[in-house]
Antibody
C-alpha cells in the first residue's frame, strides 16, 4: 500500500521560492506519474504539475513559468519548486500518485502541507 | 482547456436521502478520464470514482457514477452521516496534458 509523506517550509516571504518534497513508501515508484496539487484557503483544487520516474514532466500552463518538479529515484522522492511566490500562492499543497493507463486519476494523496506567503 | 462546472454549489439533504451531484464539461470528455473525489475538512481528497463509473477500492456501493460526453453525475443512494463533505469532479486532458477540477459541491446536513 503506497503512502506519501510530504514536507517543506511553511512560511515564505513574497518573491521567495517554495520548496516541497514528497517521499513514496510501500510500493513501486516507477510506472506512475507523481503530481502536485494545491488548494487555497476556502477554495477548490488546482493541479500544478506531474513527473514520472524518468523525469518526464507536465505542468499547468498557468504556473509553468514558475514551476519545476524534479525526481530522485534513488530515494523514491519527488519535489516541487515554485519561484517568485506571492500571497496568491498561499495554499495547502498536496502530493499525489497518479494512475495513467486506461484511466487517469489520483488514487493516493499526501496529508498536505500548509504554505503561507506573507511579508 | 476544458472547464468543469459542478452543480449545485451547495446541496442540503438529510441522512437517508438520495444525493445527485452534477459535473458538466465545456467540451466532450472521455469517460476514462473522469473521476470524483470526496474531501472532508482538514483532510486530503479521497478518490471515490474513476472512469466515470468505477468505484475505487473500499468505496461503499451507495456511491455510483454515471454519464458520458459533457454530462456526468455522482449519486449517493442513501446518505450516511459521514457522507457530508465537499465533492469534486476531475478530468484529464491530453492537449496540453494535464488535469482540471470542478469548483466543488458542498453536501451539507439539512
Amino acid at each position: 500500500q503506497v503512502q506519501l509523506q510530504q514536507w517543506g517550509a511553511g512560511l515564505l516571504k513574497p518573491s521567495e521560492t517554495l520548496s516541497l518534497t514528497c517521499a513514496v513508501y510501500g510500493g513501486s515508484f516507477s510506472g506512475y506519474y507523481w503530481s502536485w496539487i494545491r488548494q487555497p484557503p476556502g477554495k477548490g483544487l488546482e493541479w500544478i504539475g506531474e513527473i514520472n520516474h524518468s523525469g518526464s514532466t507536465n505542468y499547468n500552463p498557468s504556473l509553468k513559468s514558475r514551476v519545476t518538479i524534479s525526481v530522485d529515484t534513488s530515494k523514491n522522492q519527488f519535489s516541487l519548486k515554485l519561484s517568485s511566490v506571492t500571497a496568491a500562492d498561499t495554499a495547502v499543497y498536496y502530493c499525489a500518485k497518479v494512475l495513467q493507463a486506461d484511466y487517469y486519476y489520483m488514487d493516493v494523496w499526501g496529508k498536505g502541507t500548509t504554505v503561507t506567503v506573507s511579508s | 482547456e476544458i472547464v468543469l462546472t459542478q452543480s449545485p454549489g451547495t446541496l442540503s439533504l438529510s441522512p437517508g436521502e438520495r444525493a445527485t451531484l452534477s459535473c458538466r464539461a465545456s467540451q466532450s470528455v472521455s469517460s476514462s478520464y473522469l473521476a470524483w473525489y470526496q474531501q472532508k475538512p482538514g483532510q486530503a481528497p479521497r478518490l471515490l470514482i474513476y472512469g466515470a463509473s468505477s468505484r475505487a477500492t473500499g468505496i461503499p456501493d451507495r456511491f455510483s457514477g454515471s454519464g458520458s460526453g459533457t454530462d456526468f453525475t455522482l449519486t449517493i443512494s442513501r446518505l450516511e452521516p459521514e457522507d457530508f463533505a465537499v465533492y469534486y469532479c476531475q478530468q484529464y486532458g491530453s492537449s496540453p496534458p494535464g488535469y482540471t477540477f470542478g469548483q466543488g459541491t458542498k453536501l451539507e446536513i439539512k
